[in-house]
């Protein structure tokens, strides 16, 4: 349990500390650009997946973890330590990046560009697909397992590139809530925390659906 918990920590840490940190660094340096922040986030998750997969599943995502929880494949305690552990992981990476650069772009929050409800809507349908990917490649019996991260990482990439600029693509509760608690732009937190953890589960429960025999 021990092990699962920190690689979910090292890896949740990771994902918002490369990802968000894209955003800031694009905002001091022009130097990334939107397509460089979406494959950050992208690369990282796949880098990542690999690296913990076999550890400790490589959820870094409250909402997946909730995702797996409804469709049997983790326990409730254990699922509650995973998401307590994530949330610290990305305050304490946003905590980092502050020190480092100080509070600029709001340390990367996602942030509606038009209406919230726009911004749900997008990110309910992203996290939706996101979890479907992730159970189609890494749990259903007949996945390649071992191009799951390829697959997960390409997915996250994706989304960020064609959403990323009207929602922020996030995806993840924890990515949201480092940046958001960090930096004190928390006005539109609950968009990012209900409509990715709404998605995943609308995923799983379809996805139990689709393989009841």
């Given at each position: 349990?021990?092990k699962?918990?920190?690689?979910?920590?090292?890896?949740?840490?990771?994902?918002?500390?490369?990802?968000t940190?894209?955003?800031?660094?694009?905002?001091?340096t022009k130097?990334?650009?939107?397509?460089?922040v979406?494959?950050t986030?992208?690369?990282?998750?796949m880098?990542?997946?690999?690296?913990?997969g076999?550890?400790?599943?490589?959820?870094?995502?409250p909402?997946?973890?909730?995702?797996?929880?409804?469709?049997?494949d983790i326990?409730?305690?254990?699922a509650?330590?995973?998401?307590?552990?994530?949330?610290?992981?990305?305050?304490?990476?946003?905590?980092?990046?502050?020190?480092?650069?100080?509070?600029?772009a709001s340390?990367?929050?996602t942030?509606?560009r038009?209406?919230?409800?726009?911004s749900?809507?997008?990110?309910?349908?992203?996290?939706?697909?996101?979890?479907?990917v992730i159970?189609?490649?890494?749990?259903?019996g007949?996945?390649?397992?071992?191009?799951?991260?390829?697959?997960?990482?390409a997915t996250?990439?994706?989304?960020?590139?064609?959403?990323?600029p009207?929602?922020g693509?996030?995806m993840?509760?924890?990515r949201s809530?480092g940046?958001?608690?960090?930096?004190?732009a928390?006005?539109?937190?609950w968009?990012?925390i209900?409509a990715t953890?709404?998605?995943?589960?609308?995923a799983?429960?379809?996805?139990?659906?689709l393989?009841e025999?």
């Amino acid at each position: 349990m021990n092990k699962k918990l920190i690689s979910e920590f090292l890896g949740t840490y990771f994902l918002v500390f490369a990802g968000t940190g894209a955003v800031i660094i694009d905002t001091i340096t022009k130097s990334l650009t939107h397509v460089g922040v979406a494959l950050t986030f992208g690369l990282v998750v796949m880098a990542l997946i690999f690296t913990f997969g076999h550890l400790s599943g490589a959820h870094f995502n409250p909402a997946v973890t909730i995702g797996f929880l409804i469709h049997g494949d983790i326990k409730k305690r254990e699922a509650l330590y995973y998401i307590i552990i994530q949330i610290m992981a990305g305050i304490a990476a946003s905590a980092t990046l502050l020190s480092l650069f100080g509070n600029v772009a709001s340390l990367g929050t996602t942030l509606p560009r038009g209406s919230w409800g726009q911004s749900f809507i997008l990110e309910f349908i992203l996290t939706f697909f996101l979890m479907m990917v992730i159970f189609g490649s890494a749990v259903h019996g007949k996945a390649v397992k071992s191009f799951a991260g390829i697959a997960i990482g390409a997915t996250v990439g994706l989304e960020a590139m064609f959403a990323g600029p009207i929602c922020g693509a996030s995806m993840n509760p924890a990515r949201s809530i480092g940046p958001a608690i960090v930096s004190g732009a928390t006005q539109h937190l609950w968009v990012y925390i209900v409509a990715t953890i709404l998605g995943a589960s609308c995923a799983a429960l379809i996805y139990k659906i689709l393989h009841e025999k």
